[in-house]
């Protein structure tokens, strides 16, 4: 492979964690080219030719531009997709920004996600197909992990007969929404404990996740990039461990290797290079599954630990694509 074949690195303008890959791409001497989809305009541009080749291989062929480095889109070897960002477009009246952004999503975004001889850590559709948590559920307890009691519904019948089956029951968003006051500050979605009595008529009007409480005594977040498995026990004792990063510490530990494989076999199942595992552990020691992030943030613990988790996303990217 030519040394001269950058990375692509798609995030936001601040993104530590994406940071920490460049650095170590920096180190091995292999170009970066990072840009933000929201940049289009003045400070990215983009040409790509489909038809005029022969050769099936170097399809879409054509240019990428930002202020600092321009690439062919065939010589892209590798792309990090981070934490991207799209225009919105807000000086236009609205039915012109959706145009406009429909425009970006469908002509850069497409154009990205079809570069050739490229390793996508991890392609953008794929990410999105593995972010529904029915699938994630459905392909660990297909893979033999161990998932606790789980209700999806929107009948409050149903949800208080699981509630009451199971007594100690969670609620748990299905996918992460950004949400803002009135008066811009932002809230989040935490893991919560429910009753049946809680749950009232609202329930109806979209799916909830309910999910029988296990009694854990830690969790464990699970990185795994390409053959490489990163496990951190956290302890705290907090039902949310996100809630309060104060209150953590942090082990590197080993997994069980049938756990070990059946998670890098889920990653497989979605096409996926990396992804983040929560798990939970009870007190007779035994891991719990409870959910995928498959672009997850990872910075913070091997800021904690001291484990080369960047490194090992450098490796990949630095490998490119493989038959």
């Not at 983009?46 to 291989?57: E, I, K, N, V």
């Amino acid at each position: 492979m030519n040394d001269a074949e950058p990375v692509a690195v798609v995030t936001e303008v601040d993104d530590v964690t994406a940071d920490m890959v460049i650095t170590e791409l920096n180190k091995r001497g292999v170009p970066v080219v990072r840009f933000d989809p929201s940049d289009i305009g003045d400070h990215l541009s983009l040409s790509a030719r489909f038809g005029d080749s022969t050769d099936s291989q170097a399809t879409p062929a054509g240019t990428l531009r930002t202020p600092s480095r321009t690439t062919t889109l065939e010589g892209v070897r590798a792309m990090y997709w981070r934490r991207p960002t799209w225009p919105h477009f807000d000086h236009l009246d609205a039915p012109d920004a959706r145009y406009a952004e429909a425009q970006v999503r469908h002509g850069l975004g497409g154009t990205l996600f079809a570069l050739p001889n490229c390793r996508y850590v991890n392609h953008p559709l794929s990410n999105r197909t593995a972010e529904h948590k029915p699938l994630q559920l459905a392909t660990a307890q297909r893979l033999g992990l161990t998932v606790p009691p789980t209700l999806i519904s929107n009948d409050l019948a149903t949800i208080r007969e699981f509630i009451t089956e199971h007594d100690r029951v969670i609620f748990k968003a299905l996918r992460w929404t950004p949400y803002r006051r009135n008066d811009g500050v932002g809230l989040t979605t935490w893991t919560e404990p429910v009753t049946a009595d809680e749950v009232d008529e609202s329930v109806t009007v979209t799916p909830h996740l309910f999910q029988a409480q296990v009694p854990k005594v830690a969790d464990v977040r699970v990185v795994v990039v390409g053959p490489t498995v990163f496990a951190v026990r956290i302890d705290s004792d907090l039902l949310d461990w996100r809630a309060d990063y104060s209150a953590l510490t942090y082990t590197p530990m080993a997994l069980p290797i049938d756990v070990e494989r059946a998670l890098t076999a889920h990653l497989d199942h979605f096409g996926l290079a990396s992804g983040s595992f929560d798990l939970c552990v009870t007190p007779d020691g035994d891991l719990h599954w409870l959910e995928l992030n498959p672009n997850g943030q990872w910075g913070w613990l091997e800021d904690e630990t001291g484990l080369p988790i960047a490194a090992a996303f450098a490796d990949l990217l630095e490998q490119g694509a493989t038959q």
